[in-house]
């Protein structure tokens, strides 16, 4: 008999730190794209190892789902974004109230392969070419 609420539905325990790759996963982003937000969102601060391998704290997962939640989904700009969440008290990134916590992708959440959303995305990009 394990403990089952003290992992999520990755296997990792809660609390336990990401790579980049498996946050880029979680919120159904290229890992090209934290990057990228670290630029701009100060907040958003992994710890760097060796090799400069980014991992990603419990405040840094929240962070980067609310920053996904303003961008993808409210369809906030970045510029937007910063200001959001520079607006809220004390800098938090706390998860929106009218989104349910989840800790699945957003595709995953809305039941959608993001395979399929690669796929399309494809599509519209040589449609546009």
Do not use: C
Request: hydrophobic share 40%; proline share 6%.
């Amino acid at each position: 008999m394990g403990d089952h609420d003290s992992r999520n539905g990755d296997g990792k325990a809660v609390g336990a730190m990401l790579a980049i790759g498996e946050l880029a996963d979680r919120i159904g982003v290229p890992t090209h794209v934290l990057r990228y937000w670290e630029t701009r969102f100060p907040q958003l601060r992994p710890l760097q190892r060796s090799g400069r391998r980014r991992y990603y704290r419990p405040d840094d997962i929240e962070l980067a789902e609310r920053i996904h939640h303003l961008l993808h989904v409210k369809g906030y700009t970045v510029d937007g974004a910063r200001k959001a969440l520079s607006s809220e008290p004390d800098g938090a990134a706390a998860t929106p109230r009218d989104v349910p916590v989840a800790r699945a992708t957003h595709s995953e959440a809305k039941g959608i392969p993001v395979a399929a959303l690669v796929a399309l995305r494809e599509r519209l990009a040589a449609a546009l070419r």
